[in-house]
């Protein structure tokens, strides 16, 4: 027998303008869930009062005026004169250690890489120390994974343990810096570092050794709560370190370089204050090669940036599961502008480590565009990682083709709602979004008993939709002034 609530929800729809009846149709279709329990068109209008404060981005100079890069005195010390020769095959780890400790000695400076290619195993800051790669210069990371050990506390997908060093890396420094023209060549290819993904489109052949035991192994440990100290992972254990981290640090700038080739996560820092990356480059398409991933830092600023990569280009994140939530610290205070994404799973992503949560998030000024690039915003999460998302405004942004949503807000993300930590996602504003092409405009859902709300979408235009947007479970969407395919639904 018909719903009766149902055929009159219909009805009700079917008496709208046409424009809008057109486009509620596309939501519905083949999203019945939509409707069960959960008022997933909320105040879906042009009732103007259901949009954030136009204030909203008046916290953008509060925080600007927070991020100051690190100044550096004008002591330069050039790692030729140290013993580095830049011949591509000479080791070079020596002289750059004795370098940064002598820089460090001295008070701080510049450590200069000059025109060459100089091969290292990982470089390890101290504070006041800027390394400096000049143009024409190449830092290229060794192979051997030796040089990489022993062990140092770090980050893996938002769990904390000890594992292989960060090609570049940081421990509870102040004042630090990569800066220069020149490149960060991690070295990975099919044959090295990607294939311990375990895929065969990244060189990894069945039969050989791979992530997955180790990383199952860890997710055990911190679910059981075992010390950090004791999570001792490294030789034969296949997890792959980030290139640039910089662990529980205040005042880090990162600007100008190039980075090619890394081996996992690129610019990574994690419980920091006080970030800035601009002018950075990044080109590099293996597993897992997100561009820019703050992950539980407070006011970061990522500016001027170009990102074509593997997976996420900006992905922001708070750790995962146990340990997010342990640690308690969410990423926040975040602006980024004038930035171009290419290939990528997201322009700029929240997630999926985000147990302990994101709140004020700003992007403007950006361009996206590519047929391998999947979605311009993208929040993904579950009941297993929770978290409060919250305070994420898009706006001026100019997307020329994405292969799946524009803007996508998924619970369901890889275990589904399988755990005790309902996530929520609220007040996201995006406003003055163009896109020329892509699958569908939106992909929101939530749960029944967790909706997805208040979210705004304001002066949008989306052209060139092949397909029909999903909304679930979300309450208080609201459209103003915004244009499918050429008609105004709302």
């Not at 991020?67 to 591509?88: C, S, Y």
């Not at 630090?176 to 375990?198: C, H, M, Q, S, Y």
């Not at 399988?418 to 939530?446: M, Q, W």
């Amino acid at each position: 027998m018909p719903d009766p609530n149902r055929t009159k929800l219909i009805q009700s729809l079917h008496d709208r303008h046409q424009t809008r009846r057109s486009f509620i149709k596309n939501f519905t279709v083949g999203t019945a869930a939509a409707f069960a329990g959960t008022a997933f068109w909320g105040g879906c209008s042009t009732d103007r009062m259901a949009v954030a404060p136009r204030d909203s981005w008046e916290l953008v100079p509060e925080i600007l005026a927070r991020i100051q890069a690190p100044a550096f005195p004008q002591r330069d010390f050039f790692i030729t004169n140290f013993g580095a020769v830049g011949d591509g095959s000479s080791d070079a780890s020596e002289a750059i250690a004795l370098a940064v400790e002598a820089c460090s000695a001295a008070g701080g400076g510049r450590v200069v890489v000059g025109e060459g290619v100089y091969l290292t195993g990982p470089i390890h800051l101290r504070s006041n120390v800027n390394l400096h790669v000049a143009k024409n210069a190449t830092l290229r990371f060794s192979r051997d994974t030796e040089q990489y050990l022993p062990a140092v506390f770090t980050r893996w997908e938002g769990m904390e343990m000890m594992n292989y060093s960060p090609l570049i890396y940081a421990f509870e420094r102040e004042n630090i810096a990569v800066t220069g023209a020149g490149t960060l060549d991690g070295n990975a290819d099919e044959r090295f570092w990607w294939p311990w993904k375990g895929q065969e489109e990244h060189g990894w052949v069945a039969g050989e050794p791979e992530q997955s035991d180790a990383r199952n192994r860890l997710q055990v440990m911190v679910e059981a709560g075992l010390p950090v100290k004791e999570r001792l992972f490294g030789d034969g254990d296949y997890l792959r370190p980030s290139f640039v981290q910089p662990y529980r640090c205040r005042n880090i700038l990162v600007e100008g370089v190039t980075i090619v080739n890394s081996p996992m996560w690129e610019i990574h820092p994690v419980l920091c204050t006080n970030v800035s990356v601009r002018g950075v480059r990044v080109e590099t398409h293996g597993p897992n090669n997100d561009g820019c991933n703050p992950e539980s830092c407070r006011d970061v600023l990522i500016e001027d940036c170009y990102f074509d990569t593997g997976d996420d280009c900006i992905a922001l994140k708070s750790g995962r599961n146990a340990d997010g939530r342990r640690l308690d610290t969410p990423v926040e205070n975040v602006i980024i502008q004038n930035c171009t994404m290419r290939d990528g799973h997201g322009g700029v992503v929240i997630g999926s480590e985000i147990s302990g949560g994101a709140r004020n998030v700003f992007v403007r000024n950006c361009r996206m565009s590519s047929p391998n690039l999947d979605r311009a915003l993208r929040i993904k999460t579950n009941s297993v990682r929770g978290g409060v998302v919250e305070h994420i405004y898009m706006r001026d942004i100019e997307v020329g083709e994405v292969s799946d949503a524009v803007v996508r807000v998924n619970f369901l993300y890889e275990e589904g709602d399988a755990g005790h930590f309902k996530p929520i996602v609220r007040d996201v504003e995006i406003r003055n979004v163009t896109c020329e092409k892509s699958e569908r405009a939106l992909y929101l859902r939530g749960y029944v008993d967790s909706p997805i709300t208040n979210v705004r979408l304001v002066d949008c235009r989306f052209e060139n939709v092949a397909d029909e947007s999903t909304i679930e479970h979300v309450q208080g969407l609201v459209l103003d002034h915004v244009f499918i395919n050429g008609e105004l639904v709302g």
